[in-house]
């Protein structure tokens, strides 16, 4: 029923653009967090697909599975590529676990994406350990920003704001096209 729609790409997979095609990337806690992204690749399907729209979704769903490397060069690489091009961030800080909570990366990713104004959705795990910078950063620079409780809800905003960059982008080429025309 979703598969056609959404398309995921997964750490240091080739990204070709699919035409007509938004992109999501997921971002946020990795390790020592619970594996929160498949369930949200599925939720975002499904999301998608009774918004209505009949457009395909590319999602970019890293993952820190470099087998024997702690640290990986061309997975820093192709996370940046990811999030430069993509269309929409989504953002989950899932609470972790009490020798490694805060997520480092995926808050400076946030914070990045935040002061770039790029369009984002973002959702707090209560007990998260740093829930309250993440709301009390926001607010002072995206004041109407909500932080979800939840990752549903955080889908339902990242849903919302691609339906709104799909509409955005659709009338921006509709306008080019006419320009071209005259």
């Known amino acids: 029923m979703t598969g056609s729609l959404l398309r995921v790409v997964g750490s240091l997979e080739e990204f070709p653009p699919v035409p007509d095609a938004l992109t999501v990337f997921l971002a946020g806690g990795m ?5 929160w992204r498949q369930w949200a690749v599925d939720a975002l399907a499904e999301h998608w697909y009774r918004s209505g729209t009949g457009r395909p979704v590319t999602v970019f769903s890293p993952s820190r599975a470099v087998p024997g490397r702690p640290f990986s060069p061309e997975l820093v690489r192709w996370e940046h590529e990811a999030l430069r091009c993509c269309d929409v ?3 989950w800080f899932p609470r972790g676990n009490d020798n490694a909570p805060e997520q480092p990366i995926a808050l400076y990713e946030l914070g990045v994406a935040a002061a770039t104004f790029k369009p984002i959705a973002v959702g707090a795990e ?3 350990a740093r829930r309250n910078d993440v709301t009390t950063q926001l607010r002072l620079i995206r004041p109407d920003l909500p932080v979800r409780q939840d990752l549903d809800a955080t889908i339902g905003d990242a849903v919302r ?4 960059t799909g509409e955005a982008l659709g009338a921006a080429y509709s306008t080019a096209a006419t320009l071209q025309a005259v």
């Open 31 to 35: 390790r020592d967090c619970p594996d």
């Open 89 to 91: 961030v989504l953002f």
């Open 126 to 128: 209560p007990g998260y």
């Open 161 to 164: 704001t691609l339906r709104r």
